[in-house]
């Protein structure tokens, strides 16, 4: 078995980490997101406020609604990502030969390719996430993910299920960005140093930042169009989200929670690639002690 099976566990076990660690932020920056235009006292005005409300109104436990569909969606996200970049990766490098890295152009389809099965795989599960933090078109005092999960499916069908899938598709672009950012700036450093944890923190961080930072505008609407909304408020489409929010809000709409979104972004990647790479030779250790994976031998696999 190659290494794409434990590249795909360290990245599902690095992801939970960084998920638990900074869900909170995930919390708050997804109702800020679908926060319109609202001046009651109930609002959030920004991250801090945001942050106060909850625990007041809802206590520490308003932080980390659907913190189990979170956990289980970035594990299967990352599951499915580092699975299929490394395979991707694998075919490049094989065709390049003497371990040649990736081009910038090839790591760009990489991520684009595993990108795209990422969202096939996992928007029902970001879908009724959202729901759930945001605590919009979620009835009952105690719900939890398989209900809302039911509820969407008899409600909406399979394709409420994907609401906001193109606009999480035009974000595949996102871990493009990241992953690019990161395998270039790590190829790079690698050339004189040996890369320690801390090295892997800060290049997951820097590469987050660039991609929140471009994508932003996407991730507002598609969580918008992930809730439930009336008829008259719902975005038929990526374009009609962009018109009505500037119409109604302005550009500042399209970067409501961004400063908690970012933070959140730049702690869980950088938790997450130092993780994941603490975590990979565990995946192997586990692989290879199980019988599914050969133990590496002069240096071959």
Not at 132 to 146: I, M, Q
Not at 179 to 192: G, R, W
Request: net charge positive; aromatic share 10%; with cysteine.
């Amino acid at each position: 078995m190659s290494d794409n099976v434990a590249h795909a566990l360290s990245g599902a076990g690095g992801g939970i980490v960084s998920m638990a660690l900074t869900y909170p932020l995930v919390s708050i920056s997804s109702r800020l997101q679908v926060q319109k235009n609202d001046d009651s006292k109930d609002a959030y005005k920004n991250t801090v406020d945001a942050f106060v409300k909850i625990l007041a109104k809802e206590g520490p436990r308003g932080l980390y609604s659907g913190l189990s569909s979170g956990i289980f969606g970035i594990a299967i996200t990352n599951g499915v990502y580092y699975y299929c970049y490394e395979a991707v990766k694998a075919i490049f490098e094989k065709a390049k030969g003497q371990g040649k890295p990736m081009s910038t152009p090839e790591s760009m389809l990489a991520g684009a390719l595993a990108g795209s099965a990422v969202v096939f795989a996992t928007n029902p599960i970001w879908t009724v996430n959202t729901r759930l933090t945001v605590r919009k078109g979620v009835e009952g005092k105690k719900p939890n993910a398989l209900n809302v999960f039911l509820s969407i499916l008899k409600n909406e069908g399979i394709a409420g299920l994907y609401s906001g899938v193109m606009a999480a598709l035009v974000l595949v672009i996102n871990p493009i960005i990241q992953y690019t950012v990161f395998e270039q700036l790590k190829n790079k450093i690698a050339k004189s140093k040996e890369l320690s944890n801390f090295d892997f923190f800060l290049l997951g961080a820097f590469s987050k930042l660039c991609a929140t930072g471009i994508t932003y505008p996407y991730i507002v609407i598609k969580s918008r169009m992930q809730v439930s909304q009336n008829s008259e408020d719902r975005y038929t489409s990526i374009w009609d989200g962009f018109k009505k929010i500037i119409a109604s809000e302005g550009v500042g709409g399209l970067y409501k929670g961004i400063s908690s979104k970012i933070t959140q972004s730049i702690l869980t990647a950088a938790f997450l690639f130092m993780a994941k790479e603490m975590l990979f030779d565990w995946a192997v250790w586990a692989l290879v002690l199980t019988g599914a994976r050969k133990a590496k031998i002069a240096g071959k696999a």
